[in-house]
């Protein structure tokens, strides 16, 4: 299907999947893979509307595949095995021709299994910053600045109750511990538009900045009905968040993790104003706080209809729980009842609306994603809302969450915790739109 002589044209952009070195603290380093020897992956910048190509050179001793999180591509391109993307061989190379939309922040990810080997999968620096900007660009910003949060070096520990999972040793923001990564460098006056991605394969985090407030205004790329100013961010793993900040409060200041555990191992940067030197400055938030219904839309006034109510939609019911495999064993993960890849595919009819009702039975909470869609919150452990557009979203233990989508997207699309531990044992399914 590809010509020879589109096969030879160069492509847009290039990556390179290599073992990698890096840095986390001067001389500590962690042994791990990256996308052209850096970490996070490169910002790629592409327009709404326009087609790339991106070459895939596999370096790496195993099979490798690159997953274009938040955009809608066909299930060839999309960058996952069970969609029906090809893998990368070891040693191979393969071209990603699709055309991004819709436009927002989004990232690309390595999307392999990792199972007890946390030096693959999400565990690992495969992860990098895509941008699609819309046809006509609305930032006017004077600095646009992206943060990966990652965590490194896991160790597999058992909990009280028996089960295993992942205790790190290094959490970084964009590759570095606290103190040693450039600071973040402003001026007074200054408006700042933060892009932060939890690449993490397993934990979710809090981020907080001294002295000053962050506004949201996009969750997952999609802008929010109502932006509003937060004193911090929670990003559970594949979540992004897009925040603005004014930079009205001269001085040297740390943000970083709310969390004093995850900030000691590392998960921090120092925010510079011009002209000021001297140690960060960090004050500890004494709670955590967040709230995804902040940014939905404002409630109808008294005695209104609410309009926004379709007529037709189809509930999906999803009951997520855990089957404990023995001591020393990670979880199985059930989808009603079942572990992929037996869970059962779920057929769309295209362009019915649908309401995938989540009832998580579990003690954990889980962050699911649906590949090639967004989906609007709906209703959040019995409180309702509406316009939060996200692909992503954070189910916690034992409550329910319900979220709607309209089928679109021909094909297979794969639904998943993106717990990389959750996932790999079992927590995922599919969807065919036909
Ligand atoms: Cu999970």
């Not at 492509?11 to 001067?26: K, M, N």
């Not at 006017?140 to 990652?150: G, N, P, S």
């Not at 007074?188 to 397993?202: C, D, E």
């Not at 057929?347 to 699911?368: E, I, T």
Request: hydrophobic share 40%.
């Amino acid at each position: 299907m590809v010509g020879k002589a589109l096969a030879l044209a160069a492509a847009d952009y290039s990556l390179t999947i290599a073992p990698y070195s890096l840095e986390v603290a001067p001389k500590k380093f962690v042994k791990t893979m990256a996308y052209n020897g850096q970490v996070p992956g490169a910002v790629l910048r592409m327009k709404e509307g326009v087609p790339v190509t991106v070459e895939v050179a596999n370096r790496s001793e195993d099979d490798e595949v690159v997953h274009w999180h938040g955009l809608f591509l066909p299930p060839e391109v999309d960058g996952a095995m069970e969609e029906g993307t090809p893998h990368i061989a070891a040693g191979a190379s393969a071209r990603y021709t699709f055309t991004p939309y819709p436009a927002g922040f989004r990232w690309y990810h390595t999307h392999v299994m990792a199972g007890h080997d946390l030096k693959r999968g999400l565990y690992t620096g495969l992860h990098g910053f895509l941008l699609v900007e819309p046809r006509e660009n609305p930032a006017r910003y004077d600095q646009e600045v992206f943060l990966a949060l990652h965590d490194w070096d896991g160790v597999m520990v058992g909990s009280d109750d028996g089960s295993m999972s992942p205790v790190y040793r290094h959490s970084t923001i964009n590759g570095k511990r606290l103190g040693f990564g450039e600071p973040l460098r402003v001026k007074q006056g200054q408006r700042v538009l933060l892009h932060v991605v939890n690449t993490s394969a397993t934990d979710p985090h809090w981020i907080a900045m001294t002295g000053h407030k962050f506004r949201v205004v996009t969750l997952d790329g999609s802008a929010v009905p109502t932006p509003c100013e937060v004193s911090m961010l929670h990003l559970s793993p594949a979540e992004r968040v897009s925040a603005e900040l004014v930079m009205d409060n001269p001085g040297v200041w740390a943000l970083g993790e709310v969390r004093r555990s995850v900030m000691a191992a590392g998960m921090g940067m120092v925010v510079e104003y011009a002209g000021r030197t001297g140690k960060p400055v960090w004050q500890q938030p004494q709670t955590l706080d967040w709230d995804y219904l902040q940014f939905g839309a404002s409630a109808p006034q008294d005695g209104a209809a609410v309009p926004s109510a379709p007529v037709n939609v189809t509930s999906i019911p999803l009951v997520f729980e855990s089957k404990f495999a023995g001591h020393g064993a990670m979880d199985r993960w059930m989808i009603n009842g079942k572990s992929f890849p037996d869970t059962e595919t779920v057929a769309l009819r295209q362009g019915q609306r649908y309401r995938l009702v989540f009832r998580n039975k579990s003690m954990d909470d889980h962050p699911v994603h649906l590949h090639r869609h967004t989906f609007e919150l709906k209703k959040m452990a019995g409180r309702e809302t509406r316009g939060v557009m996200k692909d992503t979203v954070l189910v916690k233990a034992g409550t329910e969450a319900e979220v709607e989508f309209t089928a679109n997207a021909p094909g297979l699309s794969l639904f998943h915790c993106h717990q990389q531990d959750h996932m790999d044992m079992g927590f995922m399914m599919l969807f065919r739109c036909s």
